[in-house]
Structure formats: structure tokens, C-alpha cells
């Protein structure tokens, strides 16, 4: 059983950067599609970032294009907005294509208890 902790979140300033990361434990931590969702209080979970198992294809939710980059490890999140604000979630998945990258939560086998960040203005 694959158990994922993300780690990285926290309180910055609106324009700051986080880095999130998120580790396995419990098998080695080796082809698996990634994904980044976030939760505010109220609103619907949403996938911000997600990258294929091969690394080649992602996908990137129009609200933090050009500010988020996703890799197989982390999400590195720059420019941050008071709007992103929220619990952040990794997820993995086993089932997906080798190039594929999934925005759909109901694609990923395992998740994280989430990393809360922050953004003041």
C-alpha cells in the first residue's frame, strides 16, 4: 500500500513561492502519474497540475498557468495569489496511460492527507 505525504505548504505573502513536494513510503515511489489538487473551504476540489507518468504530457488548470510548474517529485508554485489559498493533495496513479496526464480525481489510486497553504495580501 502506497501512502503519500506532501510537505511544503505554509504562510507567504501574496507574490511569494512555495515548493510542494510529496513522498511514498511503503513501496518504491516509481511509475506513477502525479497529481496536484487543491480544496478551498466552500469550494469544489480542483486539480491544478498534473504530469504523466513519463514526464512528458502535463496539464495545468488556467488559473495557475505560467505561475505553477509540476515535475514527478514537486509543484512549484511562484507569483502566489490570495486565491490559492487552500488544502493541497498529491495524488498517484497506476492506472493511466504512460503519456497521459489526468485533471479527473476519480483516476487516482492513492492520496495524501493534504499541506495547507496560505496566501496573505
Known amino acids: 500500500q502506497v501512502q503519500l505525504v506532501e510537505s511544503g505548504g505554509g504562510l507567504v505573502q501574496a507574490g511569494g513561492s512555495l515548493r510542494l513536494s510529496c513522498a511514498a513510503s511503503?513501496?518504491?515511489?516509481?511509475?506513477?502519474?502525479m497529481g496536484w489538487f487543491r480544496q478551498a473551504p466552500g469550494k469544489e476540489r480542483e486539480c491544478v497540475a498534473a504530469?504523466?507518468w513519463s514526464g512528458v504530457s502535463t496539464y495545468y488548470a488556467d488559473s495557475v498557468k505560467g505561475r505553477f510548474t509540476i515535475n514527478t517529485v514537486y509543484l512549484q508554485m511562484n507569483s502566489l495569489k490570495p486565491e490559492d489559498t487552500a488544502a493541497y493533495y498529491c495524488?498517484?496513479?497506476?492506472?493511466?496511460?504512460?503519456?497521459?496526464?489526468?485533471?479527473?480525481?476519480?483516476?487516482?489510486?492513492?492520496w495524501g492527507q493534504g499541506t495547507q497553504v496560505t496566501v496573505s495580501s
Open positions: 495524488a498517484a496513479s497506476t492506472r493511466l496511460g504512460y503519456h497521459i496526464a489526468s485533471r479527473v480525481a476519480e483516476d487516482y489510486d492513492y
Open positions: 504530469i504523466s
Open positions: 511503503g513501496r518504491a515511489f516509481s511509475g506513477y502519474a
